[in-house]
């Protein structure tokens, strides 16, 4: 089970700038009902800024950090995994760093953007799929 399987039939990913406000950023994440987006500088994921960011740069700035630029508040260096690595790596990664959304980089190149939430549900459908094989093999045996 690699990434690249989750990341089938996927659309693109919602991107930021680094110049895109905090208030563009919360309004993004509303309209497309996520949590999180790579910060985009020259081509490159350059950060990450999550609901996390929001609230930690409002509780710090008040309603003024609604005006400040993501690229000063993205969450950084970028943690990331690639479309071959295991799904179980990628869960036991985000388990470690205390983070609910990666990248998915091909060569340096954005190709996915996964949360917790994608790799356990994949891992779950697996599982009970697998459970489901194991019982009908028991009961034609």
């Known amino acids: 089970m690699t990434i690249a399987a989750i ?7 919602v991107t930021l700038t680094a110049e895109v406000t ?7 994440f509303a309209h497309h009902r ?13 950060g990450v800024f999550s609901e996390r960011d929001v609230i930690r740069c409002l509780a710090e700035q008040g309603a003024a950090g609604l005006g400040l630029a993501v690229g000063t508040l993205m969450t950084t260096p970028v943690i990331f995994v ?8 990628a869960l036991s990664l985000m388990t470690a760093r205390r983070i ?11 190709v996915g953007f996964v949360s917790i939430g994608d790799l356990v549900k994949y891992r779950i459908e697996r599982i009970e799929a697998d459970a489901a094989a194991m019982r009908d093999y028991i009961q034609s045996a």
Not at 38 to 46: Q, S
Not at 82 to 89: L, W
């Open 82 to 89: 690639a479309p071959r690595d295991a799904v179980i790596g």
């Open 34 to 46: 996520i949590g999180a987006a790579p910060v985009m500088v020259d081509g490159r994921v350059a």
């Open 22 to 28: 905090v208030a563009q950023a919360a309004a993004l």
């Open 7 to 13: 990341l089938k039939g996927r659309q693109a990913v």
């Open 100 to 110: 609910r959304h990666l990248p998915v980089l091909d060569s340096g190149t954005l």
